[in-house]
């Protein structure tokens, strides 16, 4: 008997247990292939499972995929309150060296600056966070009140936050600072909205609230 037959006939009975005998090209060729993508060389799945075509998160029943309101709070406020010490300690540092100019580099001068920007950082890291969390809790209940959440909440919180931010300067405080709000607000809904009026179009996640 031929020895090349023999190990021939022995690996294709072995292959045949794991089904993965030998096929001759004869035998492969009315194979249908429709439908069928290659395979990748390195990992033996079909690339197509690998293509994510929609969001890899799951939501409950009914939920938005974008963050409401309530969600969106925490993160203006801290925010605000960032920025606010961020703009309060380059303001206080640009007043500092303009005051002290005339002392020249020494340990007074340096006491100075150092407590006008830690005082004017504190400040406007204050008032930014108040009204951060004023316009937060405005805009939160009314939604609740409305149940709805469109820019009618956005106006009316702004509008309200200037006016209980500046109740203390009296009756004219308290109007301007309800126009500041007002057109501040406005302001930012119409640019909210502003691809809408325009005609283009834009996924509704990009907008913060």
Not at 1 to 11: E, F, H, W
Not at 88 to 107: M, P
Request: proline letters at 3%; one cysteine or more.
């Amino acid at each position: 008997m031929d020895n090349s037959q023999g190990s021939g006939g022995m690996k294709g009975g072995i292959g045949g247990l794991f089904g993965g005998g030998e096929y001759s090209n004869t035998e492969l060729a009315g194979v249908p292939l429709t439908g069928m993508s290659p395979l990748s060389p390195y990992l033996n799945v079909d690339p197509r499972y690998l293509v994510q075509d929609t969001d890899e998160f799951i939501l409950p029943t009914g939920a938005n995929k974008t963050r409401g309101r309530f969600e969106l709070a925490f993160f203006t406020i801290g925010g605000s309150c960032i920025i606010g010490a961020a703009f309060g300690a380059v303001n206080g540092l640009r007043v500092s060296l303009k005051e002290t100019r005339d002392l020249g580099w020494s340990k007074p001068r340096n006491v100075q600056i150092l407590n006008m920007v830690t005082r004017q950082g504190a400040s406007w890291a204050n008032s930014l966070g108040s009204v951060a969390l004023l316009y937060s809790v405005f805009g939160v209940a009314i939604e609740k009140a409305r149940g709805a959440e469109d820019d009618v909440n956005t106006v009316a919180a702004g509008t309200l936050t200037g006016m209980l931010f500046k109740s203390g300067s009296g009756l004219r405080g308290v109007a301007r600072g309800g126009l500041a709000g007002l057109a501040l607000s406005g302001a930012y809904a119409l640019y909210s909205n502003w691809d809408h009026l325009t005609g283009s179009s834009r996924s509704p996640s990009s907008r913060l609230y």
